[in-house]
Every structure is written in structure tokens, then in C-alpha cells.
């Protein structure tokens, strides 16, 4: 069971430049989330899902965007990197039920991306 | 909109002690709350879970309290050891869509 995996691990971007990062989970999760994490700022929600389908921006969305084409996958695209977008990326999932029963929702994180924009 | 703050930002403690790290929350229409620890350079591993119908949870040496009409809660750590030392972070789920709201982190050190 691999839980949340993102690719890739490293990146070095030309200001300007597109790329899109992978997050894939295999725990059958409703709930994905994209998360940016910079010194002095915590953990900010970029965008998120509730479904297969289904996008919806969060706090800072500006500069990104995002598909769930399928449910077990979340895209995270940056169309013209700019040097305010480096930081390390985390994506994230959960379930209101986990083997069957209602759970505590508890959410499964990525080993983060980590983006550098020159 | 949901606002998370921890106390203390860091914390610096000899090997053995028993600590306490505060989370505190402004809108306490919360789904549950939630306990993750972040090694450096990795991603968030979650310690502990409380719905919002509970008031504590217990894993090993640590036990997490939600309080959820003052909105607080307390990471209760036992007898600190060494391989405790990393971020620990809390997140409160709330709105109408399932979105976690996180802390920015109490930075342990636990020195032998």
C-alpha cells in the first residue's frame, strides 16, 4: 500500500516555464488537497477536491491550476512559473470512511514536492 | 474563515520531561482535530485524532485534549525522548467542504 505519492521529488524551473506536479493515492480517498509550504507561513491550501470531477480553489490559488480526471489522481499545474512559487508542494488525502466504516477522517500526506523557480 | 495558532513557535527541553504543546482555534464549528508530526525534509505523518464529540485521544506516550468550546487543545507528551524531536503541527477540519486548517508549528528539540 503505497498511500500518497507524488512525482516529482525535485525540480529546478526557468521563470516562465510550465510544469505540472503528479499526486497519486491508492486508498480509494474522496478528498484530495494541495498544499504550499514556505518558512514563517505553515502549510496553505492551494486547491482541492471532493471528487472525482470536482476542483475547488483554497487560500492562495493564483498562478495554478488543477485537474481530478481520475479519482485516484490530482494534477497541479503551473502554467508561467515565477520565483513566488518556490516552495516545497504537498499533496494530501483523506476519506469519511476508511475499510467500510465512518472514520476520523484522518488525512494521509505526500513526501512533498520540492520546486525551485530561477 | 478558520484561524490556527500554536504556542510555543519552539521548544527546547532535556531528555525525560513531560511537555505540553497548545493548539488554539477561532471558529469552533470543527469537524475534528488533528495531531501530525513533520520530520525535516519529509512529509506530514499524523500522530492523533479527535472528533469534535471527543475530548481526548491516547497513542503511547502521547495523548492530544479538544476542548472545543474554548477552542483549544493540548499535545500532552510523556517522558521526552530524543527521537521526538521534529514539527508538530495541528488541523482543524471545518466548513462546509472537509478543508483542514493548519498551525504553523511547535519546533521540538529534545536534547539528551
Known amino acids: 500500500n503505497a498511500g500518497v505519492t507524488q512525482t516529482p521529488k525535485f525540480r529546478v524551473l526557468k521563470t516562465g516555464q510550465s510544469m505540472t506536479l503528479l499526486c497519486a493515492q491508492d486508498?480509494?480517498?474522496?478528498?484530495m488537497y494541495w498544499y504550499r509550504q514556505d518558512p514563517g507561513m505553515g502549510l496553505r491550501l492551494i486547491h482541492y477536491?471532493?471528487?472525482?470531477?470536482?476542483?475547488a480553489k483554497g487560500e492562495v490559488p493564483d498562478g495554478y491550476n488543477v485537474s481530478r480526471l481520475k479519482k485516484q489522481n490530482f494534477l497541479l499545474g503551473l502554467e508561467s512559473a515565477a520565483p513566488s512559487q518556490t516552495s516545497v508542494y504537498f499533496c494530501?488525502?483523506?476519506?469519511?470512511?476508511?475499510?467500510?466504516?465512518?472514520?476520523?477522517?484522518?488525512?494521509?500526506f505526500g513526501e512533498g514536492s520540492w520546486l525551485t523557480v530561477v | 474563515k478558520q484561524e490556527v495558532t500554536q504556542i510555543p513557535a519552539a521548544l527546547s527541553v532535556p531528555e525525560g520531561e513531560n511537555l505540553v504543546l497548545n493548539c488554539s482555534f477561532t471558529d469552533s464549528a470543527i469537524y475534528n482535530l488533528q495531531w501530525f508530526r513533520q520530520d525535516p525534509g519529509k512529509g506530514l505523518t499524523s500522530l492523533l485524532l479527535?472528533?469534535?464529540?471527543?475530548r481526548e485521544q491516547t497513542s503511547g506516550r502521547l495523548n492530544a485534549s479538544l476542548d472545543k468550546s474554548s477552542g483549544r487543545s493540548t499535545l500532552y507528551i510523556a517522558a521526552s525522548q530524543p527521537g521526538d524531536s521534529a514539527t508538530y503541527l495541528c488541523a482543524v477540519a471545518s466548513g462546509g467542504s472537509y478543508i483542514p486548517t493548519f498551525g504553523r508549528g511547535t519546533s521540538l528539540i529534545v536534547h539528551p
Open positions: 479527535i472528533q469534535s464529540s471527543q
Open positions: 477536491s471532493v471528487g472525482e470531477g470536482t476542483t
Open positions: 494530501a488525502s483523506t476519506s469519511s470512511r476508511d475499510r467500510g466504516y465512518f472514520s476520523g477522517n484522518t488525512i494521509y
Open positions: 486508498m480509494n480517498h474522496e478528498y
